[in-house]
């Protein structure tokens, strides 16, 4: 009897080990599958928060300007941008234009140092100047023909850069270009 009541403590001390086991091993694979899912959920955030930042110019005979978008579906945050030209480098692209000429600029954006928020969809004019409004100055249609042709060339070779962060923090790769 005492052999029969052995045998069954052994083989119940193995049942619960095996079961022991068993009930590590699903609990291992269901902390997997939940890491899995996080991190897809993780990602699918970051997706959705992405901005996609740009710079493009217009170069019509009558107006010239350069702007800054977000093409992205979330904001940019941008803690750096930089125009830069023959040495000289800038975080307002005004700057770095010199037409001898006197005028007002229709329109052009400064940056302060920190940071800027730029949300989805939106662009914004970085330096603009069109022919209608120099006209508007007073300024001879010869003058502003030259003065339309110097920013033109003046602003062949700028090189921006802009670097930001979507609204996580998470550092996004920087926008790099040679305007033309």
Same mark, same amino acid.
């Given at each position: 009897?005492?052999?029969?009541?052995?045998? &069954?403590? /052994?083989?119940? =001390?193995?049942?619960?080990?095996?079961?022991?086991?068993? &009930?590590?091993?699903?609990?291992? @694979?269901?902390?997997?599958?939940?890491?899995?899912?996080?991190?897809?959920?993780?990602?699918?955030?970051?997706?959705?928060?992405? +901005?996609?930042?740009?710079?493009?110019?217009?170069?019509?005979?009558?107006?010239? *300007?350069?702007?800054?978008?977000?093409?992205?579906?979330?904001?940019?945050?941008?803690?750096?941008?930089?125009? *830069?030209?023959?040495?000289? =480098?800038?975080?307002?692209?005004?700057?770095?234009?010199?037409?001898?000429?006197?005028?007002?600029?229709?329109?052009?954006?400064?940056? %302060?140092?920190?940071?800027?928020?730029? %949300? +989805?969809?939106?662009?914004?004019?970085?330096? !603009?100047?069109?022919?209608?409004?120099?006209?508007?100055?007073?300024? *001879? %249609?010869?003058? /502003?023909?030259?003065?339309? !042709?110097?920013?033109?060339?003046?602003?062949?070779?700028?090189?921006? @850069?802009?670097?930001?962060?979507?609204?996580?923090?998470? +550092?996004?790769? +920087?926008?790099?270009?040679?305007?033309?």
């Amino acid at each position: 009897m005492e052999v029969v009541q052995t045998v &069954a403590g /052994v083989m119940s =001390s193995l049942v619960a080990v095996v079961a022991l086991l068993v &009930a590590f091993r699903v609990e291992l @694979r269901s902390n997997t599958r939940f890491q899995a899912q996080l991190e897809q959920s993780e990602r699918i955030a970051r997706a959705n928060v992405r +901005p996609l930042v740009t710079i493009y110019s217009q170069a019509y005979t009558d107006l010239k *300007s350069v702007k800054l978008v977000n093409r992205g579906i979330g904001t940019a945050v941008i803690n750096a941008i930089e125009f *830069s030209k023959n040495g000289r =480098s800038t975080r307002n692209l005004v700057e770095l234009f010199e037409i001898d000429r006197e005028f007002s600029w229709q329109d052009f954006r400064r940056y %302060p140092e920190g940071l800027v928020y730029l %949300p +989805p969809g939106e662009t914004v004019d970085l330096v !603009k100047i069109s022919e209608t409004h120099l006209i508007n100055q007073n300024i *001879s %249609p010869h003058n /502003v023909e030259d003065i339309l !042709k110097q920013w033109q060339a003046q602003k062949t070779g700028i090189e921006v @850069r802009i670097e930001y962060e979507d609204v996580l923090g998470n +550092p996004q790769d +920087p926008y790099v270009d040679t305007l033309n």
